[in-house]
């Protein structure tokens, strides 16, 4: 039987926020709200099993994810992992200010851009080749500039978006895995450079 899953963690261990504001390290959790084995994301993740098995590692030793089982793939017999929560929540506790945890967060944001961008640029050249060859590579790109005034507006905007991405996801969430695997990214950015005003036409 496997173990229940919480649907919120509290983070109170500086190494467990080190390890989960990791880029890839988050993104390896995200990918075991069900359990799976280091060669299952690797694939999804478009990864090297072995480097996704060493950050396991690292992430169970923290107590971020853990072992569930295991499962015999032809010779092999794969351990299973499993994320102890399908959210985390950085606590007070830590000790850091808050002007610290805001950069902390911010800088892993744009960590996990960098390594986005490096994901994509790796796949589009994958789906190129596999165009060449007389493929049909269905995609959708969409690129639009908004104009948020503050902190708080770019968070109730990240907000509204991620609720309407779990209803779209859990609408066509594949109910085996036969159906073709969609990778959706979102990046909220400021554009570099001064900072302009905007002041709508009237």
């Known amino acids: 039987m496997m173990p229940d899953i919480l649907e919120t963690y509290v983070v109170e261990l500086p190494e467990q926020a080190t390890a989960l504001l990791n880029p890839l390290r988050g993104e390896i959790v995200s990918h075991l709200v069900e359990p799976a084995s280091a060669a299952e994301v690797a694939r999804l993740m478009n990864e090297a099993p072995q480097r996704i098995n060493y950050h396991l590692k690292t992430l169970e030793k923290v107590g971020l994810v853990r072992k569930v089982g295991t499962r015999q793939v032809k010779n092999l017999v794969e351990v299973l992992y499993q994320s102890v929560a399908r959210s985390f929540l950085l606590a007070d506790t830590l000790g850091l200010s808050p002007h610290a945890l805001q950069q902390l967060k911010d800088q892993s944001s744009l960590a996990h851009l960098i390594h986005a961008t490096e994901r994509i640029k790796k796949d589009t050249l994958q789906l190129m080749e596999q165009s060449d060859q007389d493929e049909k590579i269905p995609s959708a790109t969409l690129q639009t500039q908004i104009f948020l005034r503050n902190e708080e507006e770019r968070q109730e905007f990240v907000q509204e978006y991620v ?34 005003s905007y002041e709508p036409k009237k």
């Open 163 to 196: 609720d309407l991405l779990k209803k779209l996801a859990a609408k066509y969430q594949p109910a085996h895995q036969s159906k073709t695997a969609y990778q959706v990214v979102l990046a909220v950015y400021p554009k570099p450079g001064k900072e302009e």
